[in-house]
């Protein structure tokens, strides 16, 4: 009964914190905030650049932090890991597999969002943004977002949130 009874307060010791913070998180409205393009995981060379080789959105309209805002869904754009800038003739060696975060932006309903790359791996790539919502004409607010981001399968190194997509609706 003693073993059972300590290792209930060893547990309660830790689960009360965690739900505290818990529960602090979710009353001050933690949300995503877009930022700047992070460097993470293994060696990657600071010469790369991304490079967006398509359609870049409107930046015009949208907030501070995101890369550009989009309101015609589906948007489609390329983006390529570059040593010169150039997607044709100066695309990186090595495995590239793209991913995407797509998210709601805190207080806004926004359902079935997806991003997908093609190919992936590849470099360069495509990323399509789509939903089966009915986007409202008004575009004036930023309902949701999406986070792209590219790794380097062999050294492990990423570059986070290199573009952050607001939807407006």
Known sequence: ??????????????????????????????????????????????????????????????????????????????????????CTSGVAPGTWIWSAHVGRVKGQYFKELQATWSPNPGNPSTVTITTRQQVRKSHTKVVAYVALSVCEASSGGCYDDFAVYGILE
């Open 1 to 86: 009964m003693d073993a059972e009874r300590s290792t209930h307060m060893r547990f309660d010791r830790i689960a009360r914190p965690m739900t505290a913070l818990l529960v602090l998180a979710v009353a001050t409205g933690l949300a995503y905030r877009p930022g700047a393009l992070s460097l993470n995981g293994g060696a990657l060379r600071p010469s790369l650049r991304i490079v967006n080789a398509g359609t870049s959105g409107n930046r015009a309209s949208c907030p501070k932090g995101y890369t550009a805002c989009i309101s015609v869904l589906p948007f489609t754009t390329q983006y390529c890991v570059s040593t010169n800038g150039n």
